[in-house]
T-cell receptor
Framework: DTAVSQTPKYLVTQMGNDKSIKCEQN?????MYWYKQDSKKFLKIMFS???????INETVPNRFSPKSPDKAHLNLHINSLELGDSAVYFC?????????????FGSGTQLSVL | GENVEQHPSTLSVQEGDSAVIKCTYS??????FPWYKQELGKGPQLIID?????GEKKDQRIAVTLNKTAKHFSLHITETQPEDSAVYFC??????????????FGKGTHLIIQP
């Protein structure tokens, strides 16, 4: 069983479109995250959710909106896609979200905006 | 906020030799320092971590050292093997006491093991 699974693995779309990436964890963790990895491999946190409450929003454009129907899921919606949104997006989870614990990452979604 | 610097960006070593990756951090409140390994096409995976109450930790061929005074920590891999080829990330964080500040990652080191 995959601990953190995200879909799709690849997403190719046109500029201006709206798209979603789904993430699910079966570890019973309380906190889930979205990270963006750019072409230079730099990992930057975008959001985290703890028991359905947004904890972090690291100056991400409001075109990006996380949605968590329950603590096992954290989906990422992106409106009006731009060329600069092309990157690999990773979902992750951790037990309680204290900041000093192991993160479990999904395998990533490679987003290409044409 | 926290700033983590990681060096080198690329490291090529002969199979069997040792590899060392170094990181520095800026926030003296940071007390948790994990290392993640990312293989091609996969998400990062934790390989070892160290907390500020210890200076060194070992797990088979992997060791991490921490110097709190100098605010730097290092990853040491001995007897390198082809499967060690990957991108390695250091990170720093502190327990925010109920919130979730998240980890601050270094920019990564591409480790290449030459046969």
């Amino acid at each position: 069983d995959t601990a953190v699974s995200q879909t799709p693995k690849y997403l190719v779309t046109q500029m201006g479109n709206d798209k979603s990436i789904k993430c699910e964890q079966n570890l019973g963790h309380d906190t889930m995250y979205w990270y963006k990895q750019d072409s230079k491999k730099f990992l930057k946190i975008m959001f985290s959710y703890n028991n359905k409450e947004l904890i972090i929003n690291e100056t991400v454009p409001n075109r990006f909106s996380p949605k968590s129907p329950d603590k096992a899921h954290l989906n990422l919606h992106i409106n009006s896609l731009e060329l600069g949104d092309s990157a690999v997006y990773f979902c992750a989870s951790s037990l309680s979200g204290t900041g000093n614990e192991k993160l479990f990452f999904g395998s990533g979604t490679q987003l290409s905006v044409l | 906020g926290e700033n983590v610097e990681q060096h080198p960006s690329t490291l090529s070593v002969q199979e069997g030799d040792s590899a060392v990756i170094k990181c520095t951090y800026s926030d003296s409140a940071s007390n948790y320092f994990p290392w993640y390994k990312q293989e091609l096409g996969k998400g990062p995976q934790l390989i070892i971590d160290i907390r500020s109450n210890v200076g060194e930790k070992k797990d088979q061929r992997i060791a991490v050292t921490l110097n709190k005074t100098a605010k730097h920590f290092s990853l040491h891999i001995t007897e390198t093997q082809p499967e060690d080829s990957a991108v390695y990330f250091c990170a720093a964080s502190h327990n925010s006491g109920g919130g979730a500040d998240g980890l601050t990652f270094g920019k990564g080191t591409h480790l290449i093991i030459q046969p």
